[in-house]
């Protein structure tokens, strides 16, 4: 390879690093902003003026404000990543599996909050949202189905024990117990994981 090709070579590596330095740094922006004052809030002109760049500059690299988002919340998730329900496969007992998920969450959502907290807030307000929080309501679907393997409910008990998990699941059901209601996580937990297994017995048990 002659040193001409070695420069032109060097100079197109260096300046895909800036760009993916760049790219990173929006991304980064966004995030921060969509912690602090939400999404709803967040303009690409804030978002620029966080990143140091121009607002061309965002929209070269996110042409939508959807890429942007998505990008946004894939870094934040890599950064914060909520507990996976692969994991809780590996107990066998289903209450001991549901206690055990349920503190792993709850632990989750109470350092994540803030940020968990705006984008609830506003995930109404922002279409381009739609995306991580349809990814975000399919882990929860994931989460259900792992906690109902194994059991012994059937038919309309069985409905009513799925939806007892998902409502303990939400993180709006954690806030309001542990913001609101004062509770404590294992206060939280056990007072769910009592909702689930009464949700399984005969009806009109509740």
Not at 40 to 46: D, L, V
Not at 74 to 96: C, F, K, Q, R, V
Not at 142 to 160: H, I, K
């Amino acid at each position: 390879m002659s040193t001409q090709t070695s420069k032109r070579t060097y100079r197109k590596r260096r300046r895909a690093e800036l760009e993916a330095q760049t790219r990173q740094r929006i991304a980064e922006a966004a995030m921060r902003l969509h912690g602090s004052v939400g999404p709803a809030r967040t303009t690409i002109k804030a978002v620029a003026d966080e990143a140091g760049v121009q607002r061309a500059t965002v929209y070269r690299h996110f042409p939508d404000e959807a890429s942007l988002f998505e990008a946004c919340s894939a870094h934040w998730a890599s950064l914060n990543p909520s507990p996976d329900p692969a994991t809780w496969e590996l107990i066998a007992e289903p209450g001991e599996r549901l206690r055990t998920a349920l503190a792993e969450l709850y632990d989750w959502y109470g350092w994540a909050e803030p940020m968990l907290t705006n984008t609830t807030r506003d995930a109404a307000l922002v279409p381009a949202m739609a995306r991580p929080v349809e990814r975000a309501a399919q882990l929860r679907d994931a989460m259900r189905a792992t906690l109902l393997r194994g059991r012994p409910e059937r038919g309309r008990r069985r409905e009513r024990v799925a939806a007892a998990i998902g409502h303990a699941l939400e993180f709006a059901t954690w806030h309001s117990l542990a913001r609101e209601q004062g509770l404590s996580d294992g206060d939280a937990v056990d007072l769910m994981t009592r909702l689930v297994t009464s949700a399984g017995g005969r009806a009109g048990a509740l």
